[in-house]
């Protein structure tokens, strides 16, 4: 029994610090929706392409409040501005609050691609899967041993 704890504490180390080595803020778009979060690292943000020019535009449909804040949301046009019509990206930046890595959990965070005055029935939409690990600070682990 001791040992498969032993292997688990192991196991649990070694992803953490995985995700601690990419202190960078990882982007995630349409074709990468699984979002692991570290307490290291609480922000995420999400890169989806989008022409305003011909009224749509991405929606903050559902979250829970309880675990993620919307920190920032932009538009950034296309590279070559000279394209009439070139689709850009809107970028939304969001953060795990503190609570969300007492334990281990999963939410979503669905976004809306929709022109206002159409509602939502023939809109795109794309969900992330947002799940908090908390890395074990280095004390904690010593004192574990």
């Known amino acids: 029994m001791r040992s498969v704890r032993m292997l688990l504490i192991l196991l649990l180390f070694c992803t953490a610090n995985v995700f601690a080595q990419n202190q ?17 690292n609480p ?5 989806l392409k989008s022409n305003p020019s011909t009224g749509y535009s991405w ?9 993620i804040v919307p920190v920032k949301h932009h538009y950034e046009p296309p590279a070559d501005r000279k394209l009439m019509g070139a689709p ?15 334990v281990p ?10 022109r206002p005055w159409e509602g939502v029935d023939q809109s ?3 969900v992330f899967r947002v799940s908090t690990i908390a890395v ?3 004390s904690r682990s010593q004192n574990a041993e």
């Open 136 to 138: 074990p600070s280095t």
């Open 105 to 114: 959990q999963q939410t979503v965070v669905r976004l809306v691609y929709a």
């Open 43 to 47: 922000e995420f943000t999400v890169k």
């Open 124 to 126: 795109k939409q794309v």
């Open 59 to 67: 929606f903050l449909r559902e979250y829970d409040p309880a675990l």
């Open 88 to 102: 850009g990206y809107e970028i939304w930046t969001f953060k795990v609050k503190s609570e969300g890595f007492h």
């Open 24 to 40: 960078g803020t990882t982007v995630f778009n349409e074709d990468k929706t699984g979002v692991p979060v570290t307490s290291e």
